[in-house]
């Protein structure tokens, strides 16, 4: 399974040098994301390309990624070649600048702002989860 497992919205400084988003390989294969696609809140639309390793890490930044996320109310879903959705985060409101949305596996799945940890496995204090938490298909 290709998971967004991390996107930072609202950087400390430019939006358009410090976005990004990090999606994470969670299956013992290799899989390869050409013609996959990446869509934000307004439908624009990012094409994938390249391969994820397995229980690998892939960050694309906004210089390449040539999509803009939106600093409030945004949404990126996440697409394979057939066009079916493969996973979707989202959160309301305005995201803290310098903080990403990372993804937080346990009883269910929940999305937190928190400390970035880019190409690396997310780090999330409880107080974040009590104070920030957004359970998967839930805004």
Do not use: C
């Not at 410090?18 to 290799?30: Q, V």
């Not at 970035?116 to 997310?122: A, I, K």
């Amino acid at each position: 399974m290709i998971y967004i497992n991390e996107w930072l919205p609202n950087p400390s400084g430019r939006d358009t040098e410090g976005e990004w988003f990090e999606l994470y390989n969670d299956g013992a294969g290799s899989v390869n994301l050409h013609g996959w696609r990446l869509e934000n809140s307004a439908q624009k639309k990012f094409l994938l390309s390249g391969e994820i390793e397995p229980y690998g890490y892939l960050v694309i930044k906004r210089p390449e990624l040539k999509l803009v996320l939106k600093n409030q109310d945004e949404e990126l879903s996440l697409y394979n070649t057939l066009g079916k959705l493969i996973h979707r985060s989202s959160y309301k409101g305005t995201a803290p600048e310098g903080k990403g949305l990372s993804r937080v596996v346990g009883s269910e799945e929940r999305f937190v702002f928190t400390e970035t940890t880019s190409g690396m496995g997310n780090r999330v204090l409880t107080a974040n989860i009590l104070n920030n938490a957004y359970p998967e298909g839930q805004l």
